[in-house]
């Protein structure tokens, strides 16, 4: 049994939801520890911008397992890692990486549903079939579902909630622990998704997405920052840096 996989697990309650602050970072791991995070989340992108890479698993998997070793040698908090296609072209590939993560430390993992550089989803079946390997391992599988990535608002509609529940069904069948629906605020659809999943459902935060509590009486179980606060971190810092450039003596507006 692993103890921090069984207590990251435990933190999916929907209406009272996770919330992960998503890190880049051992530094930034430790700060938001600090500010009282029950978990640690990476983030693909800001990851691998953060170390000169482009997101879509350009980052190379041994370097991102060593920023996971960087993050465990700061907090004792379980620690999930953003894997973005599981780093396989086949399910038996991603499996192997999968034991790599959950090897160095890593309480759960992200699995996104469609391979690099490609819009379209994996097949259901070939999705489940990548998604069991990973949870065959024994780690906490959030499996991300893009049903909604690069659909305009105006064209949600009962199927594409369908679409997600379809999957939502499969990958639970598949052992995977969370659902992660990306992209999506419409809070109509939220609830359907939520009432309908067998699995915890995870969201991700954004401007005008509502609060924690609305998330909550929603049913969400976690709320996920993606990759904003490296995005929010990299804004202040040029602010800051073009201020002193331009003249002033480190000013450090917040």
Not at 204 to 211: D, H, S
């Amino acid at each position: 049994m692993n103890t921090k996989v069984d207590k990251f697990r435990a933190l999916h309650v929907p209406g009272d939801p996770l919330i992960l602050f998503n890190i880049w970072d051992a530094g930034s791991a430790r700060a938001v520890a600090e500010a009282g995070a029950k978990a640690i989340a990476t983030g693909s992108y800001g990851v691998a911008e953060a170390q000169g890479f482009k997101d879509g698993e350009e980052f190379p998997l041994d370097r991102a397992l060593d920023v996971v070793a960087g993050i465990l040698r700061v907090t004792d908090l379980p620690v999930t890692f953003d894997m973005e296609s599981g780093y396989g072209d086949t399910a038996v590939a991603v499996g192997l990486s999968v034991a790599r993560a959950l090897k160095a430390g890593a309480a759960g993992i992200n699995i996104e549903d469609h391979l690099p550089g490609q819009s379209a989803l994996v097949p259901v079946a070939e999705q489940a079939a990548r998604l069991r390997a990973a949870a065959d391992t024994g780690i906490f599988v959030n499996a991300r579902c893009d049903v909604y990535r690069g659909v305009k608002p105006d064209d949600y509609g009962p199927h594409l909630v369908d679409a997600v529940l379809e999957r939502a069904r499969a990958y639970a069948d598949a052992g995977a622990g969370g659902l992660f629906v990306p992209f999506l605020g419409d809070h109509g659809a939220i609830t359907k998704i939520c009432a309908g999943s067998p699995l915890p459902v995870n969201v991700l935060w954004g401007p005008g997405r509502g609060t924690r509590d609305e998330l909550a009486a929603l049913g969400v179980a976690r709320i996920s920052y993606g990759h904003g606060p490296w995005a929010a971190a990299m804004a202040w810092l040029k602010d800051q840096a073009g201020a002193v450039f331009g003249g002033e003596v480190a000013p450090y507006a917040r």
